[in-house]
């Protein structure tokens, strides 16, 4: 999705054209593209593997392309430098400093720890794009009107979104979880990816419930129920910058390892509030958490105030316009 933003920001700012290579892309996803102009190369071999070099190589070759942008842990320092061979610049979207060596035209970490020192074993040349100022947030989200959030009195509203495919159904144990939150006129919206395997039981437990849920299934532009919400529920990765950038209190859980470190981040600024590993989270300990915010409008301002401060939605701009600038060096 954060590929996706700078594509947009690419198309709407520069004009050119961009192709998606990758391995696996849902049919979803694939319409997602289609619909914004954007082509798609798909792939066999295995992610960042010498094959998927030589095809990613050939393709930027065929279509003059003057950037490659990866994204994903699955590519390494051998893959840098295999993608240097060619013509085309290199946009290296790095989450935690995981490579052994870095030699790609720019670096591009968006989260809150990181620092130069993550990159400390990178060639002299490498720019290193650092920090919330750089966060990819997609078209729906940059032209959204922000209006103050002042949140008075009690709130009820609240929104429950933990990624794509939430492959251990952590979204069924949080929405029975909040059944137990002892504030009136609750109302809850829950928002999965089309790839999630647990839709058929989510909704047949949502049925069940004392409070009443809405669930929304391959919701494409998020803004409104954002815009709609009091608190979310959600996982530690990209949503929480679109989030914060939105003013939205949110309550996270950690689904993933690499989820873990803008998480933490975010809580120790005050953005969001964490729990943790979603397996080593009671209930009634998710329960209480969203209680406290709901019934605390001090508390979700201080929360949604911090996290616009961190996040301007200016980020697909600066990072376009660090490429344009190593386009003119010689």
């Not at 085309?88 to 030699?103: I, M, N, P, Q």
């Not at 290193?128 to 959204?144: D, I, Q, S």
């Not at 669930?215 to 608190?231: R, S, Y």
């Not at 933490?264 to 958490?289: F, K």
């Amino acid at each position: 999705m954060r590929c996706l933003a700078l594509a947009e920001g690419w198309r709407d700012t520069i004009g050119g054209d961009v192709t998606f290579v990758s391995a696996g892309l849902s049919d979803w996803f694939r319409g997602r593209l289609a619909s914004v102009g954007i082509s798609v190369l798909g792939m066999d071999d295995t992610p960042g593997g010498y094959e998927d070099a030589e095809l990613t190589l050939a393709a930027s070759s065929s279509s003059d392309a003057l950037w490659i942008v990866t994204d994903g842990y699955a590519f390494d320092a051998g893959y840098q430098t295999a993608i240097k061979t060619g013509p085309a610049r290199l946009l290296f979207v790095d989450d935690h400093g995981h490579c052994t060596r870095y030699v790609a035209d720019i670096v591009l970490n968006q989260n809150l720890h990181a620092s130069d020192r993550t990159y400390r074993h990178r060639h002299e040349s490498v720019r290193l794009l650092l920090g919330p100022r750089y966060v990819l947030l997609r078209r729906e989200f940059r032209g959204a009107s922000l209006s103050a959030r002042k949140p008075a009195g009690l709130g009820t509203r609240v929104l429950v979104t933990l990624g794509g495919g939430d492959r251990d159904n952590v979204t069924t144990r949080v929405v029975e979880s909040l059944s137990m939150v002892p504030v009136e006129g609750l109302e809850v919206v829950v928002a999965v990816g089309p790839s999630n395997p647990h839709e058929a039981r989510l909704r047949r437990m949502v049925d069940t419930l004392s409070i009443p849920v809405s669930l929304e299934v391959g919701v494409e532009n998020m803004v409104p129920l954002m815009q709609w919400a009091d608190l979310a529920l959600c996982a530690g990765g990209s949503t929480s910058w679109e989030m914060a950038y939105m003013g939205l209190p949110s309550v996270v859980l950690v689904l993933a390892e690499n989820q873990v470190p803008i998480a933490e981040a975010l809580a120790e600024t005050g953005a969001a509030e964490y729990l943790g590993w979603h397996s080593r989270v009671e209930t009634d300990e998710i329960a209480d958490a969203v209680g406290r915010l709901l019934v605390s409008s001090e508390r979700r301002e201080a929360v949604s105030r911090r996290g616009r401060e961190l996040v301007d939605g200016l980020g697909v701009d600066r990072v376009l316009r660090a490429l344009q600038e190593a386009n003119l060096k010689p």
